[in-house]
């Protein structure tokens, strides 16, 4: 049996997964460093460098099964495989094969730690959040599961729970305004954008898998699959996208009569706001908070 380092289609849940290592043992996450991380279109590859680290995943494969992934990976022309050394848990596992690829990369195709494990360009979008979701604290439930500070409707864990890859300020061209009565917030208003008219708002976008993304908009209309004519948050909006990947975010398809939101919601739309817009002052930041539903 051979211990084998995947760090692209092979994963779990990727296109090559299921015909190639659905039978063979997975032996957990793990980290290979002295390598980098590209994209090279729709699967990425591995290069030697000094102080880059991969992300990937460990199986056990018997010898039929590394002759048809030798075969996949055009061992030898496209890639060559080798024996690592790989960190599994602050231990180092030995004689572990992986495929580095053999031919030139762009630097600009390198995958950041902070972007890893690697995921299709194309399953990637930017969620942006206008409202209580820009602060991280609360934001994070929608993945893994649980009631923030005890407050409002417990959030059914995602399947993919891992944290956003990044996160980055932005500005929404629509004004945000409280409306609707949320039984999480003290039966008040909470933040909706009008997109019947030119604006701005202050947004924070985060990195996510499409599988993500669909299941915090599920979260975000009670758990259930939302359509257009859903009264809470049944209309995608999709933005300028971010370095070539969607930014989309959502809001109710008519605009809702105005309902101030109450002082819970508003303090942990400022603890927000203040976490991801540190350069602004604070007076402007509780400014913006406070007069949502001033008449514009």
Request: hydrophobic residues 30%; negative net charge.
């Amino acid at each position: 049996m051979t211990r084998l380092f995947v760090y692209g289609t092979l994963m779990r849940g990727y296109r090559n997964h299921e015909a190639y290592l659905s039978g063979s043992r997975y032996l957990g996450e793990a980290q290979l460093r002295g390598y980098a991380l590209y994209h090279l279109g729709s699967y990425p590859g591995i290069k030697e460098e000094k102080d880059g680290t991969v992300l990937g995943e460990i199986y056990e494969v018997d010898s039929e099964t590394l002759q048809r992934i030798h075969h996949l990976e055009e061992e030898g022309h496209l890639y060559s495989y080798r024996e690592v050394s790989v960190w599994q848990e602050g231990s180092m596992l030995y004689t572990v094969g992986t495929y580095v690829y053999l031919h030139e990369v762009e630097k600009e195709s390198k995958v950041a730690l902070t972007d890893q494990p690697w995921v299709p360009k194309e399953e990637l979008i930017w969620y942006v959040s206008y409202g209580s979701n820009m602060l991280f604290e609360r934001f994070r439930y929608y993945l893994e599961g649980g009631r923030f500070r005890g407050l409002g409707r417990h959030q059914k864990e995602c399947t993919d729970r891992r944290l956003p890859r990044r996160k980055k300020k932005v500005t929404i061209p629509f004004d945000m305004y409280y409306g609707g009565r949320s039984g999480s917030w003290e039966g008040k208003g909470v933040s909706f954008l009008d997109t019947t008219k030119p604006g701005e708002a202050y947004g924070v976008a985060y990195l996510v898998t499409k599988t993500q993304y669909e299941h915090i908009l599920r979260e975000e209309n009670g758990g259930n699959e939302p359509d257009e004519d859903t009264s809470w948050y049944g209309l995608p909006v999709k933005l300028k996208d971010i370095e070539g990947i969607p930014a989309i975010t959502f809001t109710s398809k008519r605009v809702k009569a105005k309902n101030d939101a109450g002082a819970l919601y508003k303090s942990v739309l400022l603890e927000g706001l203040l976490e991801n817009y540190p350069n602004v002052e604070k007076t402007l930041l509780e400014e913006y908070v406070e007069d949502r539903n001033v008449l514009r």
